[in-house]
Structures are given as structure tokens and as C-alpha cells.
């Protein structure tokens, strides 16, 4: 091979490698231009998603109706820090706190007025279907208060039905692990169900 015909292979291997590095380059840009467009795609649906909720009108809706558990007055409050208005809204955390500890303190009372009633109930046991129909009612609107069941616990002992009391006051542990009538009504009915050891740790827990 003569050199002028080299020369002319390594122009024409040199011709090559530029084409495909070009090829190379113009397909990147195909790629990320794809992806770019996707991405703004998502993010434009993202910005007017959060502009119609920012320009809706209407206030959200109560979380009383979206959870029937949820009380009243709790999905008041929660309404008031949801408010579009930004003047109906609490003031500051600690003003929400007070809020709050206000609505706990008269749940509190009313199921102490409530567990009141009941505990006179009990005292008789003459109509134990009713009073245990109450309690029942009482746990049913409060599941997560444990004087619940340990006003429960305390009614199946009295009936000397110690497997239903440990099974409720068990439960009522699960929610305080602190509350020591709970452990010492569990005392009781391991006691009366001839399960004296556990008994006495239950005992431990109480005092």
C-alpha cells in the first residue's frame, strides 16, 4: 500500500469516528429532552394542582364528616387550623394547645359525670344487664380512655366473671400501662382465678 492510499484510509477512519461521535452527541439530547419534557410535564400538573386548592373557595371538609368518630368539638378545632382565611386561624401553637387541652378537660369531665352515674349503678348490682349495657355504651364512645375498662374490669369482678375482667382490664393496660387501679383490679381477678403469682406481680405494679 502506497502512502498516499494510508493517508487516505486514516482520513477516511478519521471521517468515520467523527460521524459517529456526532451520532453519539445528537442522541443525548433526543434522550434528555424526553426526560426534561416529562419532568415538566409532572411539575406543571403539580403547580396548577396546588393553584386550585390555593384559589377553591370553599373551606375543607369537617373532619367530623369525613370520621364519625371524630367529636364535635375536635373537628371544630381542626377546622379552625385548616381555615383558607388566614384571621380565623389560631394565633399562635400555644393558642391551639389551650384549644385543645380545654376540649380534653370537658370530655373529662363528662365522662366523669358519666362514670359517676354508673358507679351508683354498681353499688346495688341488682340490674346487672343494664349496668353492663352502660359500660359497654361507655366504652363504645371512649375506646381509648382506660377508666373505661377499668370501670368494666371492676363490674365482671364483682360478677365473678374473671376472664372477661382480665381480658378488659388488660386492654385498659395496653392504653396506660401506668394506671394503678387497672393493675389492681388485675390483682384481683388473677387472684379469684386462682393465678396467684401473677397476681402478686400485678400487685407489685399497683401499689
Known sequence: MSNAEHQLDQKRESRAQRSRSAQCKRRRPRWDLRRTVSWWRRARISI????????????????????????GGLSEIIARSLSKNPTDRFGSAAEM????????????????????VIRESM????????????????????PRDPRAFQYLGEFYNRCQRYGEALIALKKGIEINPDHALLHWDLALAYQRNSQRELAARALKKAM
Not at 394547645?97 to 359517676?116: G, N, S, V
Open 48 to 71: 396548577c394542582s396546588a393553584a386550585r386548592v390555593r384559589n377553591h373557595d370553599t373551606e375543607p371538609l369537617a373532619a367530623c364528616k369525613v370520621c364519625a368518630d371524630v367529636p
Open 97 to 116: 394547645r389551650e384549644a385543645l387541652r380545654r376540649f380534653r378537660q370537658k370530655i373529662e369531665d363528662r365522662i366523669e359525670q358519666e362514670m359517676a
Open 123 to 142: 353499688a346495688g348490682m341488682e340490674q346487672r344487664s343494664g349496668v353492663e349495657a352502660k359500660l359497654q355504651d361507655l366504652l363504645a364512645r371512649y
